[in-house]
């Protein structure tokens, strides 16, 4: 077994929640959709698996875009705590806790004071996200918990 494939089946991870041979890459492209102080690293993705593994970073006070979309997401926190809307429904998220966002679901998760660490899976082909429209903000709004989850900032 050459270095390479080594490194393909075992991952180390470096200080902090990094990986070796795995760059940490912006969440997405500034303009593309309202998010704040988010990274991502792809950790687990073969083209013999309909899979992919990755770990998403929110910076504290940070939060990921607020969207919807066809495929299923199975989050697991790692560290840190926040909250995510999911749905009509604010849960509060700490270090191991699963969050399952089923198909075409809002959803959007916020870290606290400290940094909120997540693996997500997800299919490897999939939709691209939908952000809402002004009627679907409109109905969110109509709900206060969900209408004072998305007025923080």
């Known amino acids: 077994m050459d270095a390479n494939e080594a490194i393909r089946r075992f991952r180390q991870r470096d200080d902090g929640y990094t990986w070796e041979g795995v760059d940490r890459l912006a969440y997405k492209q500034e303009s593309a959709a309202p998010f704040r102080g988010i990274?991502?690293?792809?950790?687990?993705?073969?083209?013999?698996?309909?899979g992919e593994l990755r770990y998403f970073e929110i910076a504290p006070r940070g939060h990921s875009t607020l969207e919807r979309h066809e495929h299923t997401h199975a989050v697991l926190i790692l560290r840190g705590e926040g909250r995510c809307l999911v749905g009509d429904a604010v849960h509060a998220i700490r270090a191991h806790d699963l969050v399952t966002v089923p198909p075409q679901t809002?959803?959007?998760?916020?870290?606290?004071?400290?940094?909120?660490?997540?693996?997500?899976?997800?299919?490897?082909?999939?939709?691209?996200?939908?952000?809402?429209?002004?009627a679907a903000l409109a109905e969110l709004h109509a709900q206060p918990p969900v209408a004072a989850f998305l007025a923080e900032e």
């Open 39 to 50: 990274t991502r690293q792809t950790l687990f993705q073969r083209s013999d698996l309909a």
């Open 106 to 134: 809002w959803h959007q998760f916020r870290a606290g004071e400290e940094p909120l660490g997540f693996l997500c899976m997800v299919d490897a082909l999939r939709d691209r996200p939908e952000l809402p429209d002004d």
